[in-house]
């Protein structure tokens, strides 16, 4: 939650949609999105990656539909997980038609590119009768030969320029269940083209930095143009594309919009990066921390600093602090103020059960709050 006037984010307005029952724009909260490297028509593989992105936060889940075989898995798929399921189409109008009929929530779907204006009804069809909505997906890399003859290279205006054909073919058959995105591999090129496609339209838009590298330099990547688009208010839905497994993609998306006060879910760890004063291993306490700690869902933060420098002042921001002390001992702050000291000796346990404690007693004061706010909308609506 952001307490201050220099925290808040003014949001882009763009309309709304869903993807299955997880609204996407307008007032809602920016959704974390990650894709399943399993072969889809393997459908015990596939559900299990989608179980850990889960368990990791995931909101939307894509899969990749290329063939026959990987359609007629997805109604597994749909039926053993808990998250919408987007299918991944890029040609094929047939495999879109097979995927809105299996449940899919979302189609990834470039209309411009699957032929006929009649095979562009058919699909259209096909997401309006089973409450599919619909994702166009531009990317740098597969732009239309007339684009690239065009600007002869592919820059911001190409990529809007697609996103804005695609989306007026869907306008013109009274569908507007879509969200675009404009992919680039080039941190400049992608957050230039949203920019000016979020200028250009209020559509909601599915961002990310598309090809972004392995895990630590993909992060890095995908945080600086991401972080960017999104403190300035742009962003509904958010894709960490990294080469490596999605569980890790959802972990980084929700660190960027932890980061920004956007969403709010876990433990946000606040630490040092240690030095010589340090009372005690701060990179071996805050990874075992990490690890002990990821089990919890409900926000809260906790500061973790290795001496008495910058320890009280950052405890001041946190719900739980600990700083490093003298003679064995460290001390604990509760809600900004001293509070007790702890053995060295049982530090971590020690934090784990304050953590757990502090975060049921959280968990419960948020949903009071919940509870009294739907039974004033419901006493509202009775009064009318």
Same mark, same amino acid.
């Given at each position: 939650m952001s307490y201050r006037p220099y925290q808040q984010i003014e949001r882009r307005k763009s309309r709304q949609i869903h993807v299955g029952r997880v609204p996407v724009g307008g007032d809602a909260p920016?959704?974390?999105?990650?894709?399943?490297?399993?072969?889809?028509?393997d459908a015990q593989a596939t559900i299990a990656q989608i179980r850990r992105a889960e368990v990791a936060g995931v909101d939307i889940v894509r899969v990749s539909c290329p063939d026959?075989?990987?359609?007629?898995?997805?109604?597994?798929?749909?039926?053993?997980?808990?998250?919408?399921?987007?299918?991944?189409?890029?040609?094929?109008?047939? *495999?879109?038609?097979?995927? /809105?009929?299996?449940?899919?929530? +979302?189609?990834?779907?470039?209309?411009? &590119?699957? !032929? $006929?204006? #009649?095979?562009? *009804?058919?699909?259209?069809? /096909?997401?309006?009768?089973?409450? +599919?909505?619909?994702?166009?997906?531009? &990317?740098? !890399? $597969?732009? #239309?030969?007339?684009?690239?003859?065009?600007?002869?290279?592919?820059?911001?205006?190409?990529?809007?320029?697609?996103?804005?054909?695609?989306?007026?073919i869907l306008q013109d058959h009274d569908f507007h269940e879509f969200k675009i995105s404009v992919k680039a591999s080039d941190v400049f090129l992608a957050v230039a083209a949203y920019q000016q496609l979020a200028d250009a339209c209020d559509h909601p838009l599915h961002i990310?930095?598309?090809?972004?590298?392995?895990?630590?330099?993909?992060?890095v990547k995908s945080a600086i143009g991401l972080g960017s688009l999104l403190w300035a208010g742009i962003g509904d839905t958010v894709r960490v594309s990294l080469s490596a497994e999605p569980e890790e993609e959802v972990l980084v998306g929700w660190d960027i919009l932890?980061?920004?006060?956007?969403?709010?879910?876990?433990?946000?760890?606040?630490?040092?990066p240690s030095c010589a004063?340090?009372?005690?291993?701060?990179?071996?306490?805050?990874?075992?921390?990490?690890?002990?700690?990821a089990h919890i869902e409900t926000p809260l933060s906790l500061s973790i600093i290795g001496c008495v420098v910058n320890g009280p002042g950052e405890a001041l921001m946190t719900d739980i602090g600990v700083t490093g002390g003298g003679s064995g001992r460290h001390m604990v702050y509760a809600a900004g103020r001293q509070d007790h000291t702890m053995p060295a000796e049982a530090m971590v346990e020690h934090i784990v059960d304050l953590v757990e404690a502090k975060?049921?007693?959280?968990?419960?004061?948020?949903?009071?709050?919940?509870?009294?706010?739907?039974?004033?909308?419901?006493?509202?609506?009775?009064a009318e």
């Open positions: 920016v959704t974390v999105q990650t894709m399943t490297n399993t072969l889809t028509h026959e075989a990987s359609t007629a898995a997805l109604a597994e798929i749909v039926r053993e997980v808990n998250v919408p399921i987007v299918a991944d189409i890029h040609f094929h109008y047939k *495999r879109a038609i097979e995927a /809105a009929q299996a449940g899919a929530a +979302c189609l990834r779907i470039n209309p411009g &590119n699957i !032929g $006929s204006p #009649e095979r562009v *009804r058919e699909v259209v069809r /096909a997401a309006r009768e089973h409450g +599919c909505s619909i994702r166009i997906g531009v &990317n740098a !890399g $597969s732009l #239309e030969r007339h684009l690239l003859e065009k600007y002869g290279e592919p820059n911001p205006e190409a990529l809007v320029e697609s996103a804005l054909e695609h989306a007026k990310g930095i598309t090809e972004a590298g392995g895990k630590r330099a993909g992060t932890k980061s920004l006060g956007l969403r709010h879910r876990g433990v946000k760890i606040i630490s040092c004063r340090q009372g005690f291993n701060v990179i071996q306490t805050v990874a075992t921390l990490e690890e002990r700690l975060a049921k007693l959280i968990q419960a004061e948020m949903d009071t709050a919940k509870a009294a706010e739907l039974a004033a909308k419901t006493s509202a609506v009775a």
